[in-house]
C-alpha cells in the first residue's frame, strides 16, 4: 500500500533468486525461490530448505524482527487451531557482498490466495462464511490476550482443498491495553474519527466490518470530511452490505465486547434472509395462479366464440 | 520506581534552510543533550533537490534519529511511524549502553543470538510503552508549504492519536518557523492533547525564508526551560530522569 521512498539505513534487503541462505547460528541452509511479499520491516520470500518450502521474512532491522519472532512462538504455544504460520527457524545472515547482517525467520509457507482475490474468484457467497471464519479465529487470540491489529485482506490467506481463512503477517499483533503497533489507514478506526488505536477486541472488530466494506468495494475509497457519513452511504446503497447494516454499525461503532458476539449476530442475520426467500416464492406462486385462470378464462371465451360462430353459420 | 523521559524533535519541512546556524551543526548539538532530532521531508508531486535531501538526511543523523521523505498524503501515517521508531531506537541506545557495561565494550543487542534477543526485545516494547514522551514538532511554512499545512494538521492530530493510545504519558508542543516577528513562533505550549491545534493552524501565514537551524536551536532552549521549571517545581529535579542516547 505504502510507496514510500526510504532514504534511511532502513532499505529493504533485496536478495537475488537462487541464493543459499545459510544462518550464522543454528546453520541452516535455505534456497531463495522468489519474493512473495513486502512488509512495512521486511522482505517476504518463498525459499526451499532441502525440498520442503518454507517462507522466510528478512530484514535488517533486527529489533522489529524479533518482536514478530516473540509474537509468533507465542501463537506456537498455544496452537491446537493453528492462528498465525508455525515458526520454524530464527537466525542472523552475513550478505557476503554487503558485509551486513540480516536477521530472517523461517515460517510455514501457507499457499493460497489472499481474500479479496478468493471472494473474486468464488463468489459474494462466500463473504459471510470468511468473516465468521475470521471471528472464530479473532475471538481465540482475543481470549489469550492479544489484539491483531494491522487486520486486512492483504494479511488473510484462504487456504486449502476446504477454504479456510489463515492469519499471516504478525507484525501488527499487540498486547492488549496497549497502543496498537502497526495499522493500515482504511482499517484503522483512529483514521475513520472512530475510536482511538488502544489494542482492545473491538479494534479487530471495526477492521472486520471494514473488510467486509472491502470486499463490496474492492477498490477501497479515501476519508472525506465527515468519514462516518461516508461510510453510511457506502453501506446502506450496496444491497449485499444492507442486509448486514445494523452489525457492521454495532462493530465500527465498537459496541461489541468480543468477536464472539458478533459473530452470533452474524450466524443469526444468515438465518433469516432464507424467510425472506420464501415469502417471495410465496407472491410468486400467487402471480401464476392469477395468469392460469386468466388463460383458462381467455380459452373458455375463445371457444365460446367459436362456438357462437358456428351455430350463426 | 523512577520513570523515564524520552524527548524529541520533530521537524516537517519540504526543502533547505536557507537563513541562519547550520542546522545539521544544531541537530548534533541536540544530541549532545539527549533530544533524538527526526526529519520528515514533504513532497508534493515535485522532487526534493538533491541538497535539500542531503539536509534533510544530515539533520536527522547528526541528531541520532530518523528521517524519510514522502508525498504529503502519507503524512500521517508517516509521523506516527518515525516517532515510534525513534523511540525504539533510543531504548535500544540505552540497552546497548547497559549491556556494554555488563558484557563488555563489543556486546549489543545485534551480537545476541536470537533467543536472548528475544528476550530484550521485550524490555524494550516495555519501555516503549509505559516510557514518558515528549515531542516537539517544528513545522516549516515557508512559502512553498502552504498546500501542505492542512495535511500537517491532521497528520499531528492523527500522532496524538496514536501516541495517546500507550501507557505513559505524553506532551506535545508546536512551532512555526518562520514566525511572524521573529524567527520562530511557538503556536502550542506543552500539553497532553493536541485538539486545540485545529483552532490555531489555519491562521499560519507563510514567509521567505527557512531558518531551519535557527530554530532548532530554539526548540533545544524549550526543553531546558521546561527542564528548569521542571526541577524548580518538585525541588529536586531528581525524580524525573531524562533518558540520553548513545549509539
Known sequence: MMVM???????????????????????????????LGKGANGVVYLAKEGRTFVAMKISNQ?????????????????QGVALGPCLLDVDDWVHPQEKKMYSFYVMEYIE??????FIQ????DWIVVMTLQLLGDLHKLHEKGWVFGDLKPENLIVAGAV?????IDVGGTTIRGR?????????????????????????????????????????????????????????????????????????????????????????????????????RRGKAARKFRLLETMFLFVCLLFMYVVYLYVQIL | MRKGTLRQILLITDGCSNHGEDPIAMAALAKEQGITVNVIGVLDQDVIDEQGLREIEGIAQ????????????????????????AMTQTLQGVINRELKQILGSRASI??????????????????????????????????????????????????????????????????????????????????????????????????????????????????QKKRSLKSLLTHDGDDDVYIEQSM
Open chain 2, 110 to 223: 545485534e551480537e545476541l543470538p536470537p533467543e536472548k534477543r528475544g528476550e530484550v526485545m521485550e524490555v524494550v516494547e516495555e519501555l516503549g510503552e509505559t516510557v514518558n514522551l515528549q515531542v516537539l514538532i517544528l513545522v516549516d511554512t515557508s512559502g512553498s508549504m502552504k498546500m501542505k499545512l492542512q495535511t500537517v494538521k491532521e497528520a499531528l492530530l492523527d500522532l496524538s492519536i496514536s501516541l495517546n493510545a500507550r501507557l505513559g504519558n505524553n506532551e506535545f508542543s508546536v512551532f512555526a518557523f518562520p514566525g511572524k516577528k521573529g524567527e520562530v513562533d511557538r503556536i502550542l505550549d506543552w500539553t497532553p492533547k493536541m485538539e486545540s491545534i485545529s483552532s490555531v493552524f489555519p491562521k499560519l501565514t507563510s514567509g521567505g525564508i527557512t531558518p531551519t537551524g535557527p530554530a532548532i536551536r530554539e526548540a533545544l532552549q524549550q526543553f
Open chain 1, 179 to 279: 497502543a496498537i503497533k502497526e495499522f493500515t489507514e482504511f482499517f484503522d478506526r483512529g483514521y475513520w474519527g472512530m475510536g482511538t488505536r488502544k489494542a482492545e477486541p473491538s479494534y479487530d472488530l471495526f477492521a472486520v466490518a471494514m473488510i467486509m466494506i472491502n470486499m463490496c468495494y474492492p477498490k477501497r475509497f479515501e476519508r472525506k470530511e465527515n468519514g462516518r457519513e461516508q461510510l453510511r452511504r457506502m453501506i446502506s446503497s450496496h444491497s449485499y452490505l444492507k442486509k448486514y447494516e445494523k452489525i457492521l454499525w454495532r462493530a465500527l461503532d465498537g459496541k461489541y465486547a468480543s468477536a464472539d458476539e458478533m459473530r452470533k449476530d452474524l450466524v443469526q442475520c444468515m438465518q433469516q434472509p432464507s424467510a425472506r426467500v420464501e415469502k
Open chain 1, 112 to 117: 493460497g490466495d489472499d481474500l479479496l482475490t
Open chain 1, 62 to 78: 533486527a529489533a522489529a524482527m524479533m518482536s514478530e519472532v516473540n509474537v509468533l512462538k507465542r501463537f506456537s504455544e498455544v
Open chain 2, 62 to 85: 547528526s541528531g541520532g534519529g530518523i528521517s524519510q521523505v514522502v508525498y504529503a498524503k502519507q503524512l500521517a501515517q508517516t509521523v506516527q511511524m518515525v516517532t515510534r521508531k
Open chain 1, 5 to 35: 521512498t526510504m532514504y534511511t539505513s532502513n532499505n529493504p534487503c533485496s536478495i537475488r533468486i537462487g541464493t543459499t541462505i545459510q544462518g550464522k547460528w543454528h546453520k541452516r541452509r535455505y534456497e531463495i525461490i522468489k519474493q
Open chain 1, 163 to 167: 477454504p479456510k481463512v489463515r492469519l
Open chain 1, 121 to 124: 474468484k468464488r463468489g459474494k
